[in-house]
């Protein structure tokens, strides 16, 4: 259909069309009851189910406050703290080494590396021992984990593979 085509059946049906267009029942009734009943005094049986209701939206709020300021997280320190650290980096360490274990490695002494950085992270765990919120030693331990995180992935996968 080209544009005058189109332009012309356009108004064809527009002329069509009813001006005026009325409803299929008087609506001023309905319109006119719900006007009233606003401004009508409601039953007490109205009002005593609407508090209720008030009342029940109230109660679950407020229970469902109490109930999210009483799950407070835990929070791990000390020896938990260290353990969890270890924990979670062992997972990933292990599973980096699943996946890259059919990839050949770029360098040769790579797991001596891997092994030093096991050894600092070690000294790190018995120093934390003594001092188990050190903060300083703390990011010490994560910042060992996430040398050994590098080291796998970048002797696996060389930056100039990836464009």
């Given amino acids: 259909m080209n544009k005058s085509n189109f332009e012309e059946v356009l108004a064809e049906q527009l002329t069509k069309v009813d001006k005026e267009q009325q409803p299929e029942r008087d609506l001023w009734p309905g319109i006119e009851l719900a006007l009233s009943s606003d401004t009508q005094d409601t039953?007490?049986?109205?009002?005593g189910g609407k508090?209720?209701?008030?009342?029940?939206t109230t109660?679950?709020?407020?229970?469902?406050?109490?109930?999210?300021?009483?799950?407070?997280?835990?929070?791990?320190?000390?020896?938990g703290l260290v353990a969890s650290?270890?924990?979670q980096h062992l997972q990933q360490k292990n599973a980096l080494l699943v996946k890259f274990e059919d990839q050949p490695a770029l360098t040769q002494n790579w797991q001596s590396q891997l092994t030093e950085l096991d050894a600092a992270a070690e000294a790190i765990k018995a120093a934390l021992k003594n001092e188990p919120n050190n903060m300083a030693l703390l990011k010490?331990?994560?910042?060992?984990h996430q040398q050994q995180i590098n080291l796998i992935e970048r002797v696996h996968s060389p930056k100039w593979s990836h464009i």
């Fill in 43 to 47: 039953s007490p049986s109205v009002v």
């Fill in 51 to 56: 508090m209720y209701l008030i009342a029940a």
């Fill in 59 to 79: 109660a679950i709020f407020g229970l469902i406050g109490w109930l999210s300021v009483g799950q407070q997280p835990v929070s791990l320190t000390g020896d």
């Fill in 85 to 87: 650290l270890s924990a």
């Fill in 140 to 144: 010490m331990l994560q910042s060992v």
